[in-house]
């Protein structure tokens, strides 16, 4: 067990939909990762955050877009599902963001009908 | 900036050797190891910092060439453990202090 815990395990939802996700990162860490993850590729960084306030992005579409709230946890929101959205999400959380361990939670797996 | 993996996929008999290279385009801080099993997140191996330094977890270990912008991660005598994917995630430091990571070589290790 990671410490980091990421709601919902599993979502199926229709195309056009919007959903969240939501990461609860280990006690006393500050940062938050976003990564996706399509079947068979690998890690695509979506957005990082740190105390709060957005420290980078990667390819992170239009349509999503997260927060870190000040007790820490932090959503993703996905709007305008398309079938290509399918994936699983992981969230991870470090200590501070400067590049230390990450630690990942077992992830949200999306599937768009 | 993504880091380039090779090789993309390796088979393995138990008890065989195996090293997987990741290299950057870009000026490394430090370089981090990951390992994901099938329907699992990823767990960290290693990080290895600046200067060359070489680390070890059980019988897997790695090096960092900063100069040569590399790390490399050595699996030595093999076990059916081992199987996943690898994935390498440089930290450039700074402002960029996200991980992009490789695409991530799997590894099949096979009795």
């Known amino acids: 067990d990671s410490g980091v815990t990421q709601t919902p395990k599993h979502l199926i939802t229709a195309t056009g939909q919007r959903v969240t996700l939501r990461c609860s990162p280990r006690?006393?860490?500050?940062?938050v990762y976003w990564y996706q993850q399509s079947l068979d590729q690998g890690l695509q960084f979506l957005i990082q955050?740190?105390?709060?306030?957005?420290?980078a992005k990667g390819n992170i579409l239009e349509r999503f877009s997260a927060q870190q709230f000040p007790d820490l946890h932090s959503e993703l929101n996905l709007s305008s599902l398309e079938l290509g959205d399918s994936a699983l999400y992981f969230c991870?959380?470090?200590?501070?963001?400067?590049?230390?361990?990450?630690?990942f939670g077992e992830g949200s797996r999306l599937t768009v009908l | 900036q993504q880091p380039v993996q090779s090789p993309q996929a390796v088979i393995l008999r138990e008890g065989e050797d195996a090293v997987i290279n990741c290299s950057s385009s870009k000026a490394l801080y430090s370089v981090h190891w990951y390992r994901q099993k099938h329907g699992e997140a990823p767990v960290f191996l290693m990080i290895l910092l600046k200067g060359g330094e070489q680390k070890g977890h059980d019988k897997i270990s790695a090096s960092f060439n900063e100069k040569k912008q590399q790390s490399s991660l050595y699996l030595t005598a093999s076990q059916l453990s081992y199987s996943g994917t690898y994935f390498c995630g440089p930290y450039y430091g700074g402002s960029q202090g996200n991980l992009i990571f490789g695409k991530g070589t799997k590894l099949s290790v096979k009795p």
């Open positions: 955050y740190y105390n709060g306030e957005e420290r």
């Open positions: 006690s006393g860490d500050l940062s």
């Open positions: 991870a959380s470090s200590v501070d963001g400067g590049g230390g361990e990450l630690f």
